[in-house]
């Protein structure tokens, strides 16, 4: 009986000696991530004295150029209470960047809404299964862009922001 218990006892600390090593690994692994995270709230603090950050991603979509436009994205408070979506473009070397055009905020209420971009594209594309819809930037557009599948294909479909008009860009994906 004392060799079982000590078996089990044995097990349960390699037990948790692997998950305490998958739990460093995750951190490890994120920590570049989530300094981006922290830049952007940080330089969104900064520049336009927003508060209560949600809801952000991470875009990147290349540019005709060959190189990756790199923005994080969150929905925030501005100074009036507010809320508003906020673009923070990234070099590539992961930083903020800085002057005209790193920071960029729009009034939610002035522009569209996930939901009604969803609505859109369903009346636009009734049999295309929607898998993701983030906001964005093309071709120096604020956009919602709509990840989705369409029979055998996958697409990238662009909507304006603003107006919810689509950009004269559709992304075909290889079959893979």
């Known amino acids: 009986m004392k060799k079982k218990k000590k078996w089990i006892w044995i097990s349960l600390l390699i037990l948790v000696l692997i998950l305490f090593g998958l739990q460093r ?6 920590q570049d991530q989530r300094k981006e995270e922290a830049l952007a709230i940080q330089v969104a603090q900064e520049q336009l004295g927003i508060t209560s950050p949600d809801e952000l991603r991470k875009y990147v979509w290349g540019d005709k150029n060959g190189s990756d436009n790199i923005y994080w994205t969150m929905i925030a ?4 209470n507010q809320d508003v979506m906020v673009w923070v473009k990234f070099d590539n070397n992961n930083q903020p960047v800085q002057g005209k055009g790193g920071v960029h905020s729009e009034l939610l209420q002035n522009g569209m809404t996930e939901e009604q971009i969803r609505t859109r594209f369903s009346s636009e594309i009734p049999g295309g299964e ?24 996958n697409y990238y479909r662009f909507y304006r922001f603003s107006n ?4 004269d860009l559709v992304y075909t994906l290889p079959n893979s």
Do not use: A, C, F, L
């Open 130 to 153: 929607i898998k993701r819809i983030m906001p964005g930037v093309v071709n120096n557009i604020y956009v919602w862009q709509v990840y989705y599948k369409d029979g055998s294909h």
């Open 164 to 167: 919810g008009e689509q950009v």
């Open 77 to 80: 408070k501005n100074k009036d």
């Open 25 to 30: 690994y995750y951190v490890y692994v994120t």
